[in-house]
């Protein structure tokens, strides 16, 4: 994991406001980072960036929009993760709220848990990821050796 970190920003539509409370409370920290968002919620966080540009923090933040997640942009976001694009997640679930993509968002957390990517699920934890000393330096991250799975003997 480089100096410069690819950062999966997510939120549920009941979290959208957290997100972008954080996102300004962070925004700083965030410049120096790439930014991956699933669809509406990259929408926001760009329109966020555009809106409060100044002279000061005038670098361009760089923001890739992946689909809206129930159409996709989970499952995307989840095989960049497989691929090694991504190097932290901020998934801004709503766990009081059913979703129709239920399924996805375990898939994509369960990804996430499976590669060792740091991950936080509330604006706590996402706050002590970025306010890690970690967070703007190089990082050694330690995946899991899947060897044994892959070569595991199969009765058919």
């Known amino acids: 994991m480089e100096k410069s970190?690819?950062?999966?920003?997510?939120?549920?539509d009941n979290r959208k406001k957290d997100m972008l409370e954080w996102v300004e409370y962070n925004r700083d920290n965030l410049l120096n980072h790439n930014i991956i968002c699933t669809g509406t919620t990259g929408k926001l966080i760009?329109?966020?960036?555009l809106d409060n540009s100044n002279s000061k923090?005038?670098?361009n933040?760089?923001?890739?929009?992946?689909k809206s997640g129930p159409l996709g942009g989970d499952q995307q976001l989840g095989a960049m993760i497989v691929d090694g694009l991504v190097d932290l997640l901020v998934f801004f679930w709503d766990p009081m709220q059913p979703q129709p993509?239920?399924?996805d968002v375990?898939?994509?957390l369960r990804i996430s848990v499976l590669y060792n990517l740091p991950t936080a699920c509330n604006r706590s934890t996402a706050d002590f990821m970025v306010s890690s000393k970690l967070f703007n330096e190089?990082?050694?991250?330690k995946h899991q050796d899947l060897d044994d799975y892959l070569n595991r003997d199969i009765d058919v």
């Open 106 to 108: 375990k898939a994509l």
């Open 101 to 103: 993509h239920d399924v």
């Open 57 to 59: 923090t005038s670098k």
């Open 138 to 141: 190089k990082y050694d991250l």
């Open 5 to 12: 970190k690819n950062i999966a920003l997510v939120a549920h």
């Open 61 to 66: 933040i760089n923001i890739k929009k992946l």
């Open 46 to 49: 760009e329109k966020f960036f």
